[in-house]
Structures are given as C-alpha cells and as structure tokens.
C-alpha cells in the first residue's frame, strides 16, 4: 500500500462512516446539533480529496467530545490518519499498534513491496 492507496483507503472509510452516521441521523430535527454535525461530515467525505486531511481531524474532534456515544462506531485508522489531536482518543497500546502498521506500511514501500495494511492490522490486533 503506497502513501496514495493509503489516503484513499482513509477516503473511502471516511465516507462509510459519514453515510452511516447520516443515516443513524435522519430522523432528528433538521436543527439537531448531531443531525447537523451528520451533514458536515457528509459533506466534507464529498469533498474528501481536497479538504480530509484539513477538516476531518476538527470534525472528529467534535464528535467525540460532544457525542462519546458514536465514538465506537468510528474507525480507529482515522484517529492515526488524522493524528494530532485525535490520538488522545487511542490509548498508549492502540498507537504502539498503529505506529508498528506504518512502520511496517513504509519499510514495505521502501522496498517498492505491496503491504497488505487489513492483514498486517490483523495480526498485530490478534484478529485472526
């Protein structure tokens, strides 16, 4: 996995949660703070390419601090993704595991090898 198939992999779980999280959403009042939190993360996963990076990790941020209660439906690769801010969400052991993964991510690119993140994040998370 290259550093581009890296970022679309984080693209495309960005938008599965933010289409999720809409439709757990929609049927609050159109100015429900959670139902408007929603639609801001749908439309920044439809503008994903330009601005992910940029305002993914302040819309995380918010969502879980004012809504904990949706925090374990988010993806943990997002929280290492965006970094910063979004790491005081992972305990210590969780961004050992993540920082083994990227390590792991470069070594492989540094040898022009195709890694395997899903299968290496198995192994190193016991889910196999």
Known sequence: MNDEQYRDH???LFKSFSDTFCQRTRTLAEDDRLRMLALEFQSLAQNARDQLYDQGAALTVRLFTTHPDFAPTYPRELLWF?????LH?????EIG???QLEEQRLQSA????LFDFQAARAKLLNLQ
Request: with cysteine; charged share 25%.
């Open 82 to 86: 965006f970094g910063g801010d979004c």
């Open 110 to 113: 540094a040898r022009s090898e």
């Open 89 to 93: 969400f992972m305990p210590d052991e």
């Open 10 to 12: 984080n693209i495309a």
């Open 97 to 99: 595991i993540y920082q």
